[in-house]
């Protein structure tokens, strides 16, 4: 996968493409799009976040139209500003295996119009799929294994640090012939607020050390895969460090929040080092 830059937006803070009104697309090498569910998600009720300097809270549940409407919007062209304004990559989710295959079979007609399909093995804010499919290593390889069949593009795995060694997922993932991985997704975590208890997934830059380690650990077992450095990147030191211990491109998600510029900041940064 070429991108220029190595400029991901990461799934779920970008929406469906509603930070383009913000960022000029010539600092994005490419978008991801929100995850898409077999059925739709209303998400989680309130609170959904808790925010504070250092990390983020997030309980969303991967609020989607799911893959029906999905395919609906995408035929009758609703997308079609975003996919001429930058790359696109989709994001795929599901509750189950079977869910996962489904949505693979549905989108695998409209593949040429991504340059990736990325598929969310982790996100910590649903009671069934998730995160939880790592702890089943053989559902998992089932996944690995269907998917690659029915879609043919470059395919990416979005994980955790939760379920098992992220070192020896991505070694699985790299067997089955997936082209690359994504490091990391939020972990677990929980906040009280006056009284109530928040509990979702938590991103921003406390994320760092462990996604680092994360990449440096994938990198050194598995050079070939593709690796996306994701969390708490928030200036041109952060970087700096995941390309040193072996990422490919790097992912802004929680720091857009705060400061949709950054985008073009580290943009120009990446292209002003690599001349």
């Known amino acids: 996968m070429e991108l220029n830059p190595p400029l991901v937006i990461a799934s779920g803070v970008g929406g469906m493409g509603e930070y383009l009104k913000l960022i000029d697309p010539k600092y994005i090498g490419a978008y991801t799009l929100k995850t898409v569910t077999l059925f739709p998600k209303q998400g989680n009720p ?3 976040l808790f925010a ?3 990390y983020l809270i997030n309980n969303i549940g991967l609020e989607n139209i799911g893959i029906d409407a999905f395919i609906e919007n995408l035929n009758a062209n609703q997308y079609e500003e975003l996919f001429e304004k930058v790359k696109v990559i989709f ?4 509750d189950n295996p079977e869910e996962y295959k489904l949505v693979a079979q549905k989108i695998a007609t409209y593949e040429k119009y991504f340059e990736a399909i990325e598929v969310n ?7 069934n ?3 939880n499919i790592l702890s089943d290593l053989f559902s998992f390889k089932e996944v690995l294994i269907y998917l690659r069949k029915v879609l043919k593009g470059f395919l990416i795995a979005k994980v955790g640090v939760e379920g098992n060694f992220v070192e020896n997922v991505a070694q699985i993932v ?4 997936w082209n690359g991985i994504v490091l990391i997704n939020t972990i677990r975590g929980l906040e009280v607020v006056e009284g109530k208890l928040i509990k979702g997934g938590i991103s921003g830059p406390v994320l760092k050390p462990i996604a680092l380690r994360a990449v440096y650990e994938v990198k050194n077992k598995v050079p070939e895969l593709y690796v996306i450095g994701s969390g708490g990147i928030t200036n041109e030191k952060d970087v700096d460090d995941f390309f040193k211990v072996g990422a490919n ?3 802004l998600g929680t720091a857009i929040y705060k400061n949709p510029q950054i985008v073009e900041k580290i943009a120009k940064y ?3 080092c690599c001349e």
Do not use: W
């Open 46 to 48: 309130p609170p959904r």
């Open 52 to 54: 504070t300097e250092s």
């Open 91 to 94: 994001s795929l989710g599901g």
């Open 121 to 127: 093995f982790s996100c910590p804010n649903v009671k």
């Open 129 to 131: 799929g998730g995160l």
């Open 174 to 177: 790299k067997d089955h012939g």
């Open 249 to 251: 491109a790097i992912s």
């Open 270 to 272: 990446i292209r002003r």
